[in-house]
T-cell receptor, first 112, second 113 residues
């Protein structure tokens, strides 16, 4: 069976510090991978998606970047965090474009 | 402008009540509509709907899609406290961002004993 791991679960970082959130998927190959952010009072917003190793598409211009160094690994990064980067970050995978998405447990990021 | 609108935004009911959650959408090339339940962290998948008028059912939960009127409903009968959660509706378009789910803001359901 397939599982998705996302860590850390919570993170408190000072403004200006770097960020690295990691997501890995087990039990499948060549998944579509996604990073979402969920802010209070707003729906989940797509940040990045990837259809293959090294292929990253960005949906929203921002202070963040993503990378996919391996087939089942998706990393969300920032060189310098802003207060506005605080939020709940979710990684998700899909087997194909028109199948359901499965989500990781999320990372609660607080930038102070 | 929001492409996926859920209503109500929040709802408080008592155990045993039946609830109906609404999701309307406005997208150019509709592909599918999905419902998720989010309790504390990861949204968990409930249903995926692609065809009008075909009810999907799982225990006390059911959902149906109306592609002509561009909406879906999620019904929960005989609610229990464990149904308390945020229910998310999402739409997938053809083309777009490789199967990206466009989410509504969610309906927060609170079931009181």
């Amino acid at each position: 069976s397939q599982t998705i791991h996302q860590w850390p679960a919570t993170l408190v970082q000072p403004v200006g510090s770097p960020l690295s959130l990691e997501c890995t998927v087990e039990g499948t190959s060549n998944p579509n991978l996604y990073w979402y952010r969920q802010a209070a009072g707003r729906g989940l917003q797509l940040l990045f998606y990837s259809v293959g190793i090294g292929q990253i598409s960005s949906e929203v211009p921002q202070n963040l970047s993503a990378s996919r160094p391996q087939d089942r690994q998706f990393i969300l990064s920032s060189k310098k965090l802003l207060l506005s980067d605080s939020g709940f970050y979710l990684c998700a995978w899909k087997r194909q474009v028109n199948t359901e998405a499965f989500f990781g447990q999320g990372t609660r990021l607080t930038v102070v | 402008e929001d492409k996926v609108v859920q209503s109500p935004l929040s709802l408080v009911v008592h155990e045993g009540d039946t609830v109906t959650l609404n999701c309307s959408y406005e997208v150019t090339n509709f592909r599918s509509l999905l419902w998720y339940k989010q309790e504390k962290k990861a949204p968990t998948f409930l249903f995926m709907l692609t065809s009008s008028g075909i009810e999907k059912k799982s225990g006390r939960l059911s959902s149906i899609l109306d592609k002509k009127e561009l909406f879906s409903i999620l019904n929960i009968t005989a609610t229990q406290t464990g149904d308390s959660a945020i229910y998310l509706c999402a739409v997938v378009e053809y083309g777009g961002s490789q199967g990206n789910l466009i989410f509504g803001k969610g309906t927060k359901l609170s079931v009181k004993p």
